[in-house]
């Protein structure tokens, strides 16, 4: 018996959404998982940022009738979501350039060490 094996490109974002919350290590925003950070516009953590991701996509999507919405609403949606990506990528790039550090750091004491 053969399985289809999906690929992650094929994950929505609910699903990625639920994923995050209860199986990897991001911490939950401020308020709790599943609560709005709209309240709290100065809470740039990860996980407010996931949070605020998964708002946009059940307002756009979601909630939708239809699915569409119009072009200045649409515009108002990309420019927060670009807004919370770039806020995601510092983070993630910070932790990033912090492991890489680390990972130097550990190599060079082992050639030191020879």
Sequence with gaps: MRCDVASIDEFDIS???????????????????????????????????VERINLYRN??????VDGQISQPKFDDYWTKIESVLRDIDAIVGQELSQ????????????????
């Design 99 to 114: 492991e890489l550090e680390l990972q130097k750091r550990h190599v060079i004491s082992i050639y030191e060490a020879c």
């Design 59 to 64: 307002d756009i999507c979601g909630h939708s």
């Design 15 to 49: 699903l990625l959404y639920t994923l995050i919350r209860n199986i990897s290590c991001v911490k939950p925003l401020s308020t709790a998982w599943g609560v709005p950070p709209q309240d709290r516009p100065r809470d740039k953590s990860l996980g407010a940022n």
